[in-house]
């Protein structure tokens, strides 16, 4: 069982940063590949960003490539969004989940999730 805390939202300027956290209980946090979801309001929930349990790899949406930056600690049992230039259309509430050693973009496939925190970026 894997618990996770998103935390780090809040309210920026378009053109702002942000850093999420995502910290994780258990002894096992190395074997999840980690992502990052959002969902704005109306929207369905997409994929943003995602990493391997190594943290070798990482993936990330074409919206967002190049302006975030996923990354994790192990020894804290915490991964991270870096979000830079960030946009009105980035606004959403950005969740964090854990997939069990599987490599995947796909939401259905993540078996813990975040409780989400909110970003909103003005104008």
């Known amino acids: 069982q894997v618990q996770l805390v998103d935390s780090g939202g809040g309210l920026v300027q378009a053109g702002g940063s942000l850093r999420l956290s995502c910290a994780a209980s258990?002894?096992?946090?190395?074997?999840?590949?980690m992502g990052w979801f959002r969902q704005a309001p109306g929207k369905e929930r997409e994929f943003v960003a995602l990493?391997?349990?190594?943290?070798?790899?990482?993936h990330y949406a074409d919206s967002v490539k190049g302006r975030f930056t996923i990354s994790r600690d192990n020894a804290k049992n915490t991964a991270y969004l870096q979000m830079n230039s960030l946009k009105p259309e980035d606004t959403a509430v950005y969740s964090c989940?854990?997939?069990?050693?599987?490599?995947?973009?796909?939401?259905?496939?993540?078996?813990?999730w975040g409780q989400g925190t909110q970003v909103t970026v003005s104008s």
């Open positions: 990493i391997s349990g190594s943290g070798g790899n990482t």
């Open positions: 258990g002894r096992t946090f190395s074997r999840y590949s």
């Open positions: 989940a854990a997939a069990d050693r599987i490599y995947t973009t796909v939401a259905l496939s993540y078996d813990y």
